[in-house]
């Protein structure tokens, strides 16, 4: 099993540029979820997925998008970079909906600078 | 005021001292994560408590739900144990996790 992959690991773009941040696991897992990680914060909640067809909103939502068609992949769309989103973005993964009893997976982190 | 507050910030210990990393958290919660992340990034699930207390290899990790506290312990500290150790809870039934900043940990020689 890869866990969970996503890509691209670095990503530069422009101010207005539009861009998807890839995410899939192959563990049939219920529960994903999107995080940035900026200095001197915790990691906070963009959005997240308690199962196929369903999204929701988290701490962070505004300039981000979510679709989940399929168990294994949940994308995140930035629909027009903003310098301010500049941050490293994790995806993870956990196998239930009632994710508080089941450990998360984490992927390996996308770089992202918006310039 | 952040729900989830972890202390020390920063800490350096010697190889072989024992240490603990502390956080507290303001709401009810249903579980509580301790996470590792590593200089190059990756972050690795360490423990997930709901009560009581978890070990595994040197690592320990406690929880007092009354008190709204848990200790994340290493003993006989090595370097390959430098990272950020960070706690994480999840607040009643939300389906959101809450993040502490982290605990930067450097073990030397």
């Known amino acids: 099993n890869a866990g969970v992959t996503q890509t691209p690991k670095f990503q530069v773009l422009k101010t207005g540029q539009s861009m998807t941040l890839q995410c899939a696991q192959d563990?049939?897992?219920?529960?994903m979820s999107w995080y940035r990680q900026d200095p001197g914060m915790g990691l906070r909640l963009i959005h997240y997925s308690v199962g196929a067809g369903i999204t929701d909103q988290g701490e962070v939502p505004n300039g981000y998008n979510v679709s989940r068609s399929t168990t294994e992949d949940f994308p995140l769309r930035l629909l027009s970079a903003a310098p301010s989103q500049t941050s490293v973005y994790f995806c993870?993964?956990?196998?239930?909906?009632?994710?508080?009893?089941?450990?998360?997976?984490f992927g390996n982190g996308t770089r992202l600078t918006v310039t | 005021k952040n729900e989830v507050e972890q202390s020390p910030q920063n800490l350096t210990a010697q190889e072989g001292e024992f240490i603990t990393i502390n956080c507290s958290y303001s709401?009810?919660?249903?579980?509580l994560h301790w996470l590792q992340q590593h200089p190059g990034g990756g972050i690795v699930s360490l423990f997930m408590?709901?009560?009581g207390k978890k070990k595994h290899g040197r690592l320990i990790a406690t929880i007092n739900i009354q008190e709204k506290h848990s200790s994340l312990h290493i003993t006989a500290s090595h370097p390959r144990d430098s990272a950020v150790y960070i706690c994480a809870v999840w607040p009643g039934t939300a389906s959101k996790l809450t993040f502490g900043t982290g605990t930067r940990l450097q073990v030397t020689l």
């Open positions: 993870a993964s956990s196998p239930s909906s009632s994710s508080y009893n089941s450990p998360l997976h």
């Open positions: 709401v009810g919660i249903s579980a």
């Open positions: 408590l709901s009560s």
């Open positions: 563990m049939n897992h219920e529960y």
